[in-house]
């Protein structure tokens, strides 16, 4: 028995059969205006989790409008002609699902969990605010200080992030990428209403996101829901990336912010950090 046990064992273990990886179970479809479907099928939940992906981020923008990719992820909340503002988020919470967006300095992605059934819903609203986004003056001007108290408390107030920004700024002086991806924030106090709208025009197309989502139904059941959707817009961008020489760093810089008022208990120190292990923050 104990020469036949390991046999059978690995007998066993043999016939099971082998897991798939999720990125060989992608199915990917490009539909006739250019907007690129992933779909990526997992049944162990009836949840739809459906993403558009935007390939544009803080890379994209010009000296003076830094910043216009995150706010303009702000106003896609903001309404169409057919749904007022907040709604798009308010429609997903009654049914059960929750959404959020980022931006990054290559991409901004918008997404929304929710019950496989309410797919479609999702679908039209995603298409609505591709197509249709109001970018209403009164509401831009709003948002607009909601983006600057979101700077000053991420960045301004926090020595971390201040650091972080100051760090990219010098180690990518000659590209993009030393732009915060918030903006400036004389940028964020001066971008108008009219370089917004250019930017969503620009940018926010079919064949310049690509769409992701994970989902327990079969591809067949939301082909013509994501093809009726999505088919109006057609494609306007040509797909190219520019690129860009590279950039070498031939000095330092050193930032100096004022300094921050601190009290503490006198503590051992930590020789490998040069900071007490303990300290209270007024």
Do not use: C
Request: aromatic content about 6%.
């Amino acid at each position: 028995m104990r020469t036949v046990l390991p046999i059978l064992l690995l007998a066993v273990v043999l016939l099971m059969p082998r897991e798939v990886p999720a990125a060989e179970r992608v199915v990917a479809a490009t539909l006739d205006n250019g907007l690129r479907v992933l779909l990526l099928e997992d049944h162990r939940s009836p949840i739809v989790s459906f993403q558009v992906w935007y390939r544009v981020g803080s890379r994209d923008e010009q000296r003076g409008a830094t910043g216009i990719a995150h706010f303009l992820e702000h106003m896609m909340f903001k309404g169409t002609p057919t749904r007022g503002p907040k709604q798009f988020a308010r429609l997903v919470e009654e049914n059960g699902g929750q959404d959020n967006a980022f931006t990054s300095q290559d991409v901004t992605s918008y997404f929304v969990d929710i019950a496989a059934d309410k797919l479609d819903l999702v679908i039209e609203l995603e298409a609505d605010r591709m197509q249709n986004l109001l970018l209403d003056p009164k509401e831009i001007a709003s948002e607009r200080e909601v983006v600057i108290e979101e700077r000053r408390t991420r960045t301004e107030d926090d020595p971390g992030g201040f650091l972080g920004e100051e760090v990219n700024s010098i180690a990518f002086k000659a590209h993009p990428y030393g732009y915060p991806i918030i903006g400036w924030m004389e940028d964020i106090k001066r971008i108008t209403p009219a370089e917004i709208r250019a930017f969503y025009k620009t940018y926010y197309v079919p064949n310049n996101p690509p769409e992701l989502r994970t989902h327990p139904a079969r591809q067949d059941a939301t082909a013509g829901a994501r093809r009726r959707a999505a088919s109006e817009r057609r494609a306007t961008r040509d797909g190219q990336e520019g690129g860009r020489a590279p950039h070498r760093l031939s000095r330092l810089a050193r930032a100096e912010p004022a300094l921050e008022r601190r009290s503490g208990p006198r503590g051992p120190v930590d020789d490998s950090l040069g900071r007490p292990r303990v300290t209270a923050l007024s």
